[in-house]
């Protein structure tokens, strides 16, 4: 039952063994026992003979091998596999760490191991422990298998699986008393462990990832008053957080955070942990206010509260107070109130993150203290006035959003000088004005969205110049002018928005976005372990969603998703001239391109069916015209398709692949185009012509403009003839005066009698 897979070489010697300290040679029943550890080595990168145990007689000077410098008993292996312990009970350390061993040994080998100190398993795939055929290493959440290692002291067993335990061992008492417990990324592991409540010199805990169960363990600090850090990050644990009776002046990080805890924040928070440099209670159930001796924290640097269900104003003692401070993230609570920060003394503020609140007021220009701020966001707030001039010179500020406001005025000039902006979300707010001025500077821009607000004047040329730009979001505003063609020198820009706006003019036919995953095939991020805090501000603004009209609906794109997305999105302009051809062979990857309710003319370019990724392709409400070309049956990832409302002709596509799920809501609107799923079929193998047959159309064909000009004559000859016969005929004239008169009394009398009168028109009656 040997070990029969690995994944990285033999690790080096734990320690430097001082011979001269050795006694001669070493155990013969220890020898004995690593020798058969090397005959149990099989895998793809290791075999026995990549192990030189046995050249030496000295086992302590074996690679991995680590010895007692008095005694010259082995105390210390740093492995890959092992498979027999029983002759090892000096045995301290042991090192199974970052490997993909199967067939691991029973429970029961640990059995001997009594002088245990210090266990990592963690990263492996260890199949069969404890009765286990699972594809990874089971942990019981009791491990009650490690009861009897009465030194133990730490135990790591990240990223492998803990599993519920029987009942029975939740009632056992350990033999050991740990200092380090880590089991963060396993999977479900049933309620949470009771074995940690007889435990009492407990220094770091993180027990992340396992979905527990049952009520938080407040007793888990009341317990350990040498607690340094503690993370149980995304459990379900649920009822109150409860502070000891004592001050844990050691704990220094403390995260809770994706849970279900739904009490208040404890008033004296602030005075239990006094040293506390990391504090992450976020997306929660918390209630209530935000307590004012957080600020008592005098080493804090990270606090994150979002995503709770917090309410009332933001203390001003935190923005006054904790000047250790540098991320502050309050976003999507029910806080409210203006920043009316006269005092903002947080010299050392990176981030600031106040978004999805119901905040109120304008942007204080004590914000402006902030010299080291990289991200502000103030988005979905209430906020009004005008974006504040000081925002532009902020040396360090990357991220900006205060999209979803009711900000107005125009920008100010030079709105990025400081050079240093990267990602500016302003949409959604009643901002005005022109563009020309604000942009100029911005080389380091990645991300710019100014779409519904009431921006005017033409998009500015100097836009060229953020050679990093890579979305570019300006719809729903009141542009103007041609779209420029300095934005063909952006190479890496992905997501082009200019649809509804004025734009006129042709379109360019440089315009090529390209996909991050085209420019770099980068692997997908890998999850950093919880105990390293919450993702950098930057991955958050990059997983920030990105509103983007394809197939017909709006959609939020984010993460992953966004970094392979493509598109272009024009309609909804004033846009002439022909479609450029250009544009199939420069954005094969796009996934969305819309060029609906323009003027657009010409035929549809037959380079479209270079579109492979395409999935939604709008070309409706224009004028174009000729036939849709066959090649398109090729598209195989189009979804949506619409050419509607066109000037097109001949048969349609044959309904054969993608093109066999749209239906004829796809083609209406061209008089000319017929064939499936249109009603109108094909007569013979000629497309209809484009020139109207007089002698059957011109039946039914009406020109208004000599319609006009006839009927007009007419009217005015019929005129004439009346008023010459009434001239003439004296009788004639007064029996249609007569007539007009009768009329118009009995008009009157018909109106007195049914309808009511106001008073103020009816005639004076006199009283008697």
């Given at each position: ?535 950098p501000v930057e991955d958050s603004f990059k997983n920030k969603s990105v509103e983007f009209t394809t197939k017909s609906i709006s959609y939020p ?212």
């Amino acid at each position: 039952m040997g070990l029969n897979r690995f994944s990285l070489p033999v690790a080096a010697a734990i320690m430097m063994i001082n011979a001269s300290l050795l006694v001669q040679g070493c155990l013969e029943e220890e020898r004995s026992a690593l020798l058969q550890i090397k005959t149990s080595i099989d895998g793809p990168n290791h075999t026995a003979s990549s192990l030189s145990w046995g050249n030496d007689a000295h086992c302590c000077r074996w690679a991995g091998v680590s010895c007692d410098n008095i005694t010259g008993r082995v105390n210390g292996i740093d492995l890959f596999t092992v498979r027999d312990f029983d002759s090892l009970s000096e045995l301290e350390e042991l090192y199974l760490s970052f490997n993909e061993i199967e067939n691991f040994v029973t429970s029961t080998d640990f059995d001997s191991l009594s002088e245990l100190e210090e266990l990592y398993l963690s990263g492996n795939e260890i199949q069969n422990f404890v009765t286990s055929t699972d594809n990874r290493f089971r942990i019981p959440i009791s491990l009650g298998p490690f009861f009897n290692l009465s030194n133990l002291e730490n135990l790591i067993g990240d990223n492998n699986e803990v599993y519920e335990s029987a009942e029975l061992e939740h009632n056992l008492i350990p033999r050991f008393q740990l200092q380090t417990l880590s089991l963060a990324c396993n999977g479900f592991g049933g309620t949470f462990p009771r074995f940690l409540y007889y435990q009492r010199d407990l220094l770091y805990v993180d027990l992340s990832y396992i979905k527990m169960t049952g009520e938080f363990p407040s007793w888990l600090l009341q317990n350990n008053t040498k607690l340094e850090e503690l993370y149980l990050v995304n459990n379900s644990l649920s009822g109150s957080f409860q502070l000891p009776n004592h001050s844990l002046v050691n704990l220094s990080r403390l995260d809770i955070s994706r849970n279900e805890i739904d009490s208040q924040i404890p008033t004296e928070i602030g005075s239990c942990f006094p040293r506390l440099v990391f504090l992450n209670l976020s997306r929660n159930h918390f209630g209530g206010s935000i307590p004012s001796s957080i600020s008592n924290m005098s080493a804090l640097e990270v606090l994150d509260l979002s995503n709770n269900g917090l309410s009332g104003n933001i203390p001003e003692q935190l923005v006054e107070g904790s000047l250790s401070l540098s991320v502050l993230v309050l976003s999507n609570n029910h806080l409210k109130g203006q920043l009316l920060w006269r005092n903002f003394n947080l010299a050392f503020l990176t981030d600031l993150i106040l978004s999805g609140n119901q905040l109120t007021g304008i942007l204080p220009d004590s914000l402006s203290n902030g010299s080291r701020l990289e991200a502000l966001d103030v988005s979905l707030n209430n906020l009004t006035g005008k974006i504040p001039r000081w925002i532009g010179y902020m040396s360090s500020l990357k991220y900006l959003d205060i999209s979803e406001n009711n900000l107005s005025g125009s920008l100010p000039s030079n709105f990025c000088s400081s050079g240093t902006m990267t990602n500016v979300y302003l949409s959604k707010n009643k901002l005005e004005g022109s563009l020309i001025d604000a942009f100029d500077g911005c080389q380091s821009l990645d991300r710019l969205d100014l779409s519904h607000n009431y921006f005017r004047g033409s998009i500015p040329e100097s836009i060229g110049s953020s050679l990093q730009l890579s979305f570019l979001l300006l719809g729903y505003n009141n542009l103007e002018g041609e779209i420029p063609r300095q934005l063909c020198e952006l190479e890496k820009l992905r997501l082009i928005d200019l649809s509804n706006n004025h734009l006129f003019g042709h379109i360019p036919p440089c315009l090529k976005p390209t996909s991050e995953g085209q420019m770099e095939r980068e692997a997908l991020p890998v999850a950093l372990p919880p105990a390293l805090g919450p993702a950098p501000v930057e991955d958050s603004f990059k997983n920030k969603s990105v509103e983007f009209t394809t197939k017909s609906i709006s959609y939020p794109f984010r993460g992953i998703v966004l970094k392979y997305f493509t598109g272009i999105d024009l309609s909804c302009n004033n846009l002439t001239g022909e479609i450029p051809v250009e544009l199939g062979n420069l954005i094969s990857n796009i996934k969305a391109l819309n060029l609906s309710h323009n003027s657009l003319t010409g035929p549809i370019p037959s380079t479209f069916s270079n579109l492979k990724d395409i999935e939604s392709l709008d070309l409706s409400y224009n004028n174009l015209n000729g036939e849709i070309p066959r090649q398109l049956i090729n598209l195989y990832s189009i979804s949506v398709f619409s050419v509607a409302h066109n000037n097109l002709s001949g048969k349609t596509p044959e309904m054969v692949k993608q093109f066999g799920t749209f239906d004829s809501s796809s083609y209406e609107g061209n008089l000319l185009l017929c064939g499936p799923p249109l009603a109108k079929n094909c007569t013979g193998g000629t497309p209809p012509s484009l020139v109207p047959r007089p002698h059957k159309e011109e039946n039914n064909f009406i020109d208004m403009g000599a319609f006009m000009v006839t009927f007009s004559v007419a009217y005015i000859m019929v005129l004439l003839a009346i008023g010459s016969v009434l001239y003439i005929n004296p009788s004639w004239r007064r029996a249609w005066f007569h007539f007009i008169g009768e009329s118009i009394n009995n008009c009157y009398y018909f109106l007195v009698d049914n309808l009511p009168v106001p008073a103020r028109f009816r005639r004076f009656q006199p009283c008697v």
